[in-house]
């Protein structure tokens, strides 16, 4: 489903991000980026969902080269991949209900269908007494299972988290955690990048370890 | 075409929603285009008001014969008998007496023309010319100038010719003062949606992530320019009917003075419409370049 083959993405400024990485991705893979901060991780991801370009080499996702993709087919690609960030991203001017709609707004669904769909997103990550409340109000373990429902209300055969428990006390790392299990279980693609070990060990999967840009470590 | 329909409909009340959710900043912004969209709007109304009460003026062009002090009968025959010819359509005799007791009446100058003890005043004709284009006239006049006994002709449509070359000249005007103020609508309105789209950054990242074409993000503010255009036009509209209704007396009480009736003209239903369309218009490119603008600058979100 993703394949990386020597790839470099070097920053404006020098700073090289990743080095010559080549890895590959089947199709409903679970699979943890590990390393320091500032290993490559982000930008890893980055590359995937087409927020960045690689500087040299090709990186290719459902069999499109994402470096050649002209900027009208990036939405497109961007539909079929939820995103969960570790700052949530949720927009604080409108209602839960509202954030999860978004995604299928923009898609151009139907606004009943597409409330129902939202619904049943918010109801499956547990927040569906909250669904007219402000983002504002949740917790940071509510405001992170809202970005993930936000993530998925589209149904996107690959889901990308960077560090979504990185700000999160260990019970709530936990719940979500077991969320993105279930996903895993249904046939979902999964590449997380996390800190945290105990996650990787309950869940299982590859790890990619990455160090200064490169990856060290591979195990299943 | 379902689709296409629902993303309008979306935009649309998105539009109606941020428009209403800074009603000063909305009111602020269409007061500006109105009064920049009113200048060059009176100032056509002004020229068409004017246009008409040169219309009304004698608009077949006259030349007047003032015929010499010591003119004989013979040559007041021959000169009665050439105005008779083909080429005048109607010619009116003012014996000096007539015109005496004329400019005695009208003009309040009695006392002046009872103190004269000779009528200083010419016999004249008025002549009204078949052929009206200038060079007929021209021609026309200078013949008869020439007859014996008249002492000047005098093309009266000079005044009315020289009026429309002015007005020609404000039409321009009004087009090139038109088209400056169309450009400064446009950038009043790029940057209220500027500002606009700076408040709503969070959004427009988030939603790029998430998949959205620069045309779903451009939507909205789109809508946006083009109602804030219209409020524009609107604002516009009050703008001249409130000049319209504080002129009104003084211009009555003017054309009194004149022994005229003549009104101001408001504006008409197409003029209205046309102004309401040039600021809807300008209303949208200026949201459009914002927004591009604004998009390219932040291609890569980050």
């Not at chain 1, 209602?95 to 995604?103: F, G, S």
């Not at chain 1, 693609?189 to 990856?215: E, F, M, N, P, Q």
């Not at chain 2, 500027?194 to 998949?211: F, N, P, Q, Y």
């Amino acid at each position: 489903m993703i394949s990386f083959n020597q790839v470099t993405k070097r920053y404006p400024g020098g700073h090289e991000a990743l080095s010559s990485i080549s890895l590959a991705i089947e199709k409903g893979e679970l699979v943890f980026l590990t390393g320091h901060s500032g290993a490559g991780k982000s930008t890893l991801l980055k590359l995937i969902a087409a927020i960045e370009r690689p500087t040299s080499g090709v990186v290719s996702v459902n069999g499109q080269n994402i470096s050649r993709l002209s900027q009208r087919a990036v939405p497109y690609l961007r539909r079929n991949i939820g995103l969960v960030f570790q700052d949530h991203k949720l927009l604080f001017d409108r209602t839960v209900i509202e954030n999860v709609v978004l995604p299928l707004d923009i898609a151009g669904f139907d606004r009943r269908e597409a409330l129902k769909r939202a619904r049943a997103v918010i109801d499956k990550v547990g927040l569906l007494k909250r669904e007219k409340s402000n983002p504002v109000s949740l917790s940071g373990g509510e405001q992170q299972r809202l970005c993930i429902a936000r993530a998925l209300v589209s149904r996107p055969a690959l889901l990308l988290a960077d560090e979504p428990t990185g700000n999160l006390d260990a019970g709530y790392a936990a719940d979500i955690m077991a969320m993105f299990h279930d996903f895993h279980q249904v046939g979902t693609t999964l590449v997380i990048a996390t800190h945290d070990d105990r996650a990787i060990s309950a869940l299982g999967g590859r790890t990619l370890h990455l160090d200064h840009g490169k990856i060290t470590e591979c195990a299943a | 075409m379902r689709h296409w329909l629902r993303h309008q409909k979306h935009a649309l009340a998105t539009a109606l929603r941020r428009l209403f959710s800074q009603p000063l900043v909305t009111l602020f912004t269409a007061l500006a285009m109105g009064v920049a969209i009113s200048l060059p709007s009176a100032l056509y109304l002004m020229l068409g008001n004017l246009n008409r009460l040169a219309g009304d003026l004698p608009a077949q062009p006259e030349i007047s014969l003032f015929l010499s002090a010591d003119v004989s009968p013979a040559q007041k025959n021959l000169i009665a008998s050439r105005l008779r010819q083909e080429d005048i359509a109607q010619a009116r005799h003012i014996p000096k007496a007539q015109a005496l007791a004329a400019l005695g009446a009208s003009q309040g100058l009695a006392d002046i023309t009872a103190g004269l003890n000779d009528n200083p005043l010419p016999d004249a004709w008025i002549v009204r010319p078949r052929q009206v284009t200038p060079d007929a006239l021209t021609r026309l006049a200078g013949e008869l100038g020439k007859l014996p006994g008249v002492a000047e002709t005098q093309l009266d449509s000079e005044w009315t010719e020289r009026l429309q070359a002015a007005l020609a000249i404000g039409r321009t005007g009004v087009w090139l003062l038109g088209s400056l103020f169309a450009i400064a609508l446009m950038a009043i309105s790029s940057n209220a949606i500027r500002a606009r789209v700076l408040t709503r950054r969070d959004e427009i990242h988030v939603s790029r992530l998430i998949g959205a074409t620069h045309r779903y993000i451009r939507r909205p503010f789109l809508y946006l320019g083009a109602l804030q255009g219209l409020l524009g036009g609107l604002a516009a509209g009050g703008v001249l009917a409130l000049a319209g209704v504080m002129l009104r007396a003084p211009v009555a009480h003017l054309s009194t003075l004149y022994g005229a009736s003549f009104q101001l003209l408001p504006p008409s239903g197409n003029e209205m419409a046309i102004v309401l369309a040039i600021t809807t218009a300008t209303g949208w490119l200026g949201a459009w370049i914002a927004v591009t603008r604004t998009l390219h600058q932040t291609a890569t979100p980050r």
